[in-house]
């Protein structure tokens, strides 16, 4: 079975830091793009970051810029998140996924991990 896991996830006040790791079983990672997505309550599911197989290119959300951090470990095949100077705004379920390409579909989903910023 084909599953990614996301964890890391918790409750954090604005401006401190998580690091999320999503873990792939049954399957490599090593010839996925790996992209975060996230949803908050009442709105759309948003791309945060993705990272290419080689860790070679990274994409970031405009809104996460420059406090986000992706990477990846392909010999622990598991990807992170490094996630400093959190906001409020950035409460939401985070979650994983695998595909062949940053901007295209994801084939692989985890099942999702609470963030939650607040004082």
């Known amino acids: 079975q084909l599953q990614l896991v996301e964890s890391g996830g918790g409750l954090v006040q604005p401006g401190g830091s998580l690091r999320l790791s999503c873990a792939a079983s049954?399957?490599?990672?090593?010839?996925?793009?790996i992209g975060w997505f996230r949803q908050a309550p009442g709105k759309e599911r948003e791309g945060v970051s993705c990272?290419?197989?080689?860790?070679?290119?990274?994409n970031y959300a405009d809104s996460v810029k420059g406090r986000f951090t992706i990477s990846r470990d392909n010999a622990k095949n598991t990807v992170y998140l490094q996630m400093n100077s959190l906001k409020s705004e950035d409460t939401a379920v985070y979650y994983c996924a695998a595909g062949p390409r940053c901007m295209g579909t994801y084939d692989i989903w985890g099942q999702g991990t609470q963030v939650t910023v607040s004082s």
């Open positions: 049954g399957f490599t990672l090593d010839y996925y793009v």
């Open positions: 990272i290419t197989s080689s860790g070679g290119h990274k």
